[in-house]
């Protein structure tokens, strides 16, 4: 490009009389030009542009991951979330097709993904404690334990996706559980697993479907984990934020939003509550963020 001294003075006049004819848009749009994830890698550039993150269509991952999209969104963000299957979501991570999740249930649920995947993302850290898996039933089913299971609801477990932690454990149960020898596990996805299950207690039926919590269920329905003396489920489990490898020099500002991301369990019960009586999950999302701006902030600062 010609140097500006070259042009003398009554080109440098005209150039004078260009930029303040120009105003305050112009500036403000040379300002946000070249934000996208190009850009954005370069060192000093300001951050933003464009952000997926993917989860695995349970009720739980759709509440933290449009609460967490729409607050980057707020920070300037253009944020795409996509459903997918739970090993592809891992698999999108891992090569750096999606950006980020925060759908990383361990140690046990996704234990397979983990150890296929681990090494290929960055860890962020855990997004919520507290979350358990198991067998789940109606209090008024005269069981409690795993163990006492022997002819209710048919001899069949309800389950979610093929693939799913809660689903694999579940069928680790016909193994570990002498009683549960002709037992079956019928899966479906996390949708009909909830369906069934509201139609069998709208009836006083029985039924014993794959559980998880936090879930809004145990919000809506009186529930009980049946006991699992053999360990199968296991402990406690986290959730966890993954991010692809060089998302933290593309775009710092909303990595460390998404190292930041960090919630309870009533929290995130509020937005799937929300979402099942009939909100979006963005209007879900987008109520929450507003009502619980304190929260918010801690993950921004």
Same mark, same amino acid.
């Given at each position: 490009?010609? &140097?500006?001294? %070259?042009?003398?003075?009554?080109?440098?006049?005209?150039?004078?009389?260009?930029?303040? #004819?120009?105003?305050?848009?112009?500036?403000?749009?040379?300002? =946000?030009? +070249?934000?996208?994830?190009?850009?954005?890698?370069?060192?000093?550039?300001?951050?933003?542009?464009?952000?997926?993150?993917?989860?695995?269509?349970?009720?739980?991952?759709?509440?933290?991951?449009?609460?967490?999209?729409?607050?980057?969104?707020?920070?300037?963000?253009?944020?795409?979330?996509?459903?997918?299957?739970?090993?592809?979501?891992?698999?999108?991570?891992?090569?750096?097709?999606?950006?980020?999740?925060?759908?990383?249930?361990?140690?046990?649920?996704?234990?397979?993904?983990?150890?296929? *995947?681990?090494?290929?993302?960055?860890?962020?850290?855990?997004?919520?404690?507290?979350?358990? !898996? +198991?067998?789940?039933?109606?209090?008024?089913?005269?069981?409690? &334990? !795993?163990?006492?299971?022997?002819?209710?609801?048919?001899? =069949?477990?309800?389950?979610?996706?093929?693939?799913?932690?809660?689903?694999?454990? &579940?069928?680790?149960?016909?193994?570990? *559980?002498?009683?549960?020898?002709?037992?079956?596990?019928?899966?479906? &996805?996390?949708?009909?697993?909830? =369906?069934?299950?509201?139609?069998?207690?709208?009836?006083?039926?029985?039924?014993?479907?794959?559980?998880?919590?936090?879930?809004?269920?145990?919000?809506? *329905?009186?529930?009980?984990?049946?006991?699992?003396?053999?360990?199968?489920?296991?402990?406690?489990? =986290? !959730?966890?934020?993954?991010? %692809?490898? +060089?998302?933290?020099?593309?775009?710092?500002?909303?990595?460390?939003?998404?190292?930041?991301? *960090?919630?309870?369990?009533?929290?995130?019960?509020?937005?799937?509550?929300?979402?099942?009586?009939?909100?979006?999950?963005?209007?879900?999302? #987008?109520?929450?963020?507003?009502?619980?701006?304190?929260?918010?902030?801690?993950?921004?600062?």
């Amino acid at each position: 490009m010609l &140097s500006w001294k %070259r042009l003398g003075v009554a080109a440098g006049l005209l150039l004078v009389l260009f930029i303040a #004819a120009c105003g305050a848009d112009d500036e403000e749009s040379s300002d =946000t030009e +070249g934000t996208g994830d190009n850009d954005a890698a370069d060192e000093g550039a300001t951050d933003g542009g464009s952000l997926e993150l993917v989860y695995v269509e349970w009720d739980t991952e759709v509440a933290s991951t449009h609460v967490i999209g729409h607050v980057l969104e707020e920070q300037g963000f253009d944020v795409t979330v996509t459903p997918l299957d739970n090993a592809v979501m891992w698999e999108a991570v891992a090569n750096g097709e999606a950006d980020a999740m925060v759908a990383a249930w361990l140690p046990g649920t996704h234990e397979a993904q983990y150890a296929e *995947y681990g090494d290929q993302v960055d860890e962020l850290g855990v997004n919520l404690e507290g979350a358990a !898996i +198991g067998l789940v039933v109606p209090e008024y089913m005269d069981v409690d &334990s !795993i163990a006492d299971l022997s002819d209710e609801a048919g001899q =069949t477990i309800t389950g979610i996706e093929p693939g799913a932690g809660v689903v694999a454990a &579940s069928e680790q149960t016909l193994e570990d *559980y002498a009683n549960m020898e002709d037992w079956e596990v019928a899966t479906s &996805s996390s949708g009909a697993m909830a =369906t069934e299950l509201g139609t069998a207690i709208d009836n006083e039926e029985e039924i014993v479907v794959t559980g998880w919590s936090p879930h809004w269920k145990f919000a809506s *329905y009186d529930l009980k984990y049946l006991e699992d003396p053999e360990g199968t489920f296991g402990e406690a489990e =986290t !959730i966890e934020t993954m991010a %692809r490898e +060089g998302l933290a020099d593309d775009m710092p500002e909303a990595y460390s939003i998404l190292e930041n991301f *960090y919630w309870e369990s009533d929290a995130m019960e509020e937005v799937m509550l929300e979402i099942n009586e009939g909100a979006s999950p963005e209007d879900a999302a #987008a109520a929450w963020v507003e009502e619980n701006q304190d929260i918010v902030n801690e993950w921004i600062e």
